[in-house]
C-alpha cells in the first residue's frame, strides 16, 4: 500500500529516506545537519552542501531573473555559514521549460555570479536540461571549508543555553527578503575567529516554528521561548516571525557565560530569545513544510 508524501511532510519523509544513506569514512557528519562535513586534511574539513529553488514554491513567475540567481546561491551559502564556514566552489543545474528566453537564463546566472565574487565562490560548472511543463528548477551543489573538528553543529547545546537569531523575522515573501538576503557569513566567522562560539547552529530557512524544535531535538533538549523577545520585521506579528519562514537568519544557542561578552562585543545584533532545557518546554506555531503546504 502506497503513502502519499502530504500524509507525512518533510520531517517524517526525511527521516524515512535518510534511513536508506550510508555514509562512510571519513564522513564527520552526514544527513542531519545544515551541510556535511568530509575530513580534508590536518587544517580543514570539506563542507558539501545541496539546495533547489523552485518556480511557484521559492519565487513566482516574472520575478527579476538575477534576484531568482541570487537567492538560489544565497540559500547554500547560508548553510555554509550555519556551520562556521567559507563557502568555495559550486555547481549550478538549471531546468527550464525550451519556451523560456535564454535571457533570462544569462539573468539568473548574473544574479549568481555577482553573489560568487562578493562571497570568494568559483561557480565550476554544472548541467542544463529541458523541463517538459512550463517551469523554472535551479539546483546548486556548494563546498565549502571549515576548521578541522570545528564545525558548528546543530546537537551541540545543552539545557541551560541561551537561544539566540541573528536578525527580525517574519515577513520574508511580502516583504521580497527572501530573494535579496545576505547571507550572515561574515558573523558566523566572527564566532570562529573572535568568539564566543556557539554550542549549535543552523540557519532559519523554514520558519522558527519549524527550525527551532529541529535544533532543539538535535541538542536532546526541548526549549523555552520569550515570545516578546522575539525580533519582529516592521509590520509583522509575533506569530508570523515564528511561522512565515525564509528568514536566512542564523538560529544559534550560547553558554549563558558568555551572553555579556557576545552583546558587548560583536558587531552584528543578537536578540536572546530563550533557553534550552532538559524536558517539558514550550511549543510554537508551527513554520513550512514541504509536501504539507
Partial sequence: ?????????????????????TPQAPMITGPGDDCAVVQRNEQWDTLLKTDVIVEGVH???GTQAERVGHKALARAVSDIAAMGGIPEHALITLLMHPQRSVEYAEGIYKGMSKLATRCGISIAGGETSALPHDGIVINVALTGRVEHGQAILRSGGSPGDIICVSGPLGGSFPSEHHLDFEPRLELARYFMQHGPRPTAMMDLSDGLGTDLPRLAAACKCAFHIDLSSIPCNPGCSTEQAVSDGEDYELLFTIKSSDLPHLSTHCPHPVFPIGTLVADGGDSLVQGWQHFRA
Fill in 59 to 61: 519565487f513566482l513567475k
Fill in 1 to 21: 500500500m502506497s503513502t502519499p508524501l502530504h500524509r507525512l511532510g518533510e520531517n517524517d519523509v526525511l527521516h524515512r529516506l535518510l534511513r536508506h544513506l
